[in-house]
């Protein structure tokens, strides 16, 4: 097979038809499904402040505020 260089505007058109594709839906849902919550951290009190969260997939954690969860699912 013989490569061909795309334009630009080639590329875009081929992601946005990619993105609607049942092979992108299924790489989200496995994205997704690679985060774990490790634990909760507080300075004070039982409740947790933030969350540490970890994927496989990035091979990082990540500690996510308490508000910023309940500003994202009150969306």
Wanted: charged share 35%; no cysteine.
């Amino acid at each position: 097979m013989k490569r061909i260089e795309l334009t630009a505007e080639q590329k875009t058109v081929v992601m946005k038809l990619f993105a609607d594709t049942k092979l992108m839906e299924q790489l989200v849902k496995d994205f997704r499904k690679s985060f774990k919550v490790l634990e909760g951290r507080t300075n004070k009190g039982e409740t947790p402040e933030s969350y540490i969260i970890w994927s496989n997939v990035t091979q990082r954690t990540m500690e996510v505020p308490t508000s910023e969860l309940l500003e994202e699912g009150g969306k």
